[in-house]
């Protein structure tokens, strides 16, 4: 059971659209502002109405459009606990699950390393890991309480010990890739697979990325949902 | 179950990889030839190994890689019969069915119009729709003996007969957009929802569109599966 995956050319983002036979409930993952028509055409052309909007984190290169979603359609928005995102609905914890549906489950799983709050969702054999662990690669630790140390036990001690048929799908790719798996990434992420915590924290402290162009904007837009503040 | 959805942002074609549980077997639709890696990265990391390789037609406007996945993969390259393809495994008529994995089926729809030998495919309540119905849209019907007539009565006569909750997967878009249902198009499309055949005919004829770029290069190509002449 696939998602539908939609991208943001401008942020190299993707967004998801969880949907599943027996009921007309959708859930989103990580929309962006600028696509909140787009996701609304595909919701109505789809004929579903959304239950639930989902953050991994509080995006410091786009902005989510969250809080527009959730005026529009009336479902609930769900952030990560530690991310500093008060108008949310639905603050979640390690371990709690977001049911929608006819009886569907998502896992809430805290995977902090590129922020501090980051949550990865798990759903029917498909893992959202938003900035945590990308394809062959993973998000930078360098900013918003990130932590090289947390995000390898992040990966390494949780999303690695997930079933290897697993299907991961990332927050972001810069190379047209898609979708991969637990067990692929396991074996060949080029900065965590086979790697010890002291060899990975060197790859991450050499990155020397610049500073996201949007941060200064985006991350307190987003901990208000996207939504203008006093808004 | 979706399909795995892949971009080729140079000729806006979508490219899907068709995959269900319970087997390693999978079937691309549409590849585009300069990303045949990047697919066979799909397969690889999800672990799926490549049976059928199908066109939706002899596409004007980018080159396959249909040639090039058949010889690394050892892949069924299948090809509607009339498209003019003779270096092809299999030449599909409509009502065929392909046969994959653990009781995979796809049903070989003959949808002439943008091309006279144009062919969609039917999988688990998915269809790929190539260039006949695109998103809010449809293909051209101005070359490669395409006609308008043909392409109403592929879409209002054979297509839109679907149930309307069936998700329609098109061969390109240009705004964004990912996948629509046949119960949408039948109601909302620009072109053919609630059109008779003149009025298609009249649209269709007004649209003045240029000969596209790559026709004189990919036609020829795609009909020897994009691999060189003489190879």
């Known amino acids: 059971m ?8 401008e942020s190299s983002t993707y967004t998801y659209i969880l949907a599943a036979p027996g009921s007309d409930q959708a859930v989103i993952i990580d929309p962006v502002e600028r696509h909140w028509e787009r996701d609304l055409r595909h919701l109505e052309r789809l004929n579903l109405k959304l ?4 953050e991994t984190h509080a995006h410091a290169d786009h902005v989510t459009s969250a809080g527009k979603l959730r005026e529009v359609t009336g479902a609930k928005a769900c952030v990560p606990s530690g991310c500093g995102i008060p108008p949310a609905d ?9 049911r929608f549906g006819a009886g569907e489950e998502i896992t809430v799983l805290h995977t902090p390393g590129h922020t501090a709050g980051s949550m990865s969702y798990l759903w029917r054999g498909n893992v959202f890991t938003g900035d945590t662990l990308l394809i062959n690669g993973c998000g930078r630790t360098d900013f918003q309480s990130g932590s090289s140390d947390d995000l390898y036990d992040s990966v390494v001690g949780k999303l690695f010990t997930l079933p290897d048929a697993t299907r991961m799908w990332p927050g972001h790719d810069y190379k047209d890739q898609a979708v991969s798996t637990i067990g692929w990434e396991k074996e060949h992420n080029a900065r965590l697979a086979h790697k010890s915590k002291a060899e990975f924290a060197k790859i991450m402290s050499e990155l020397n990325l610049p500073k996201p162009k949007l941060i200064d904007i985006a991350v307190p837009a987003n ?9």
């Open 90 to 98: 639905q603050q979640l914890s390690d371990g709690d699950v977001i």
């Open 2 to 9: 696939n998602p539908i995956q939609l991208f943001d050319t």
């Open 223 to 231: 901990q208000n949902l996207g939504l203008p503040h006093g808004a």
């Open 51 to 54: 239950a639930y909007i989902l």
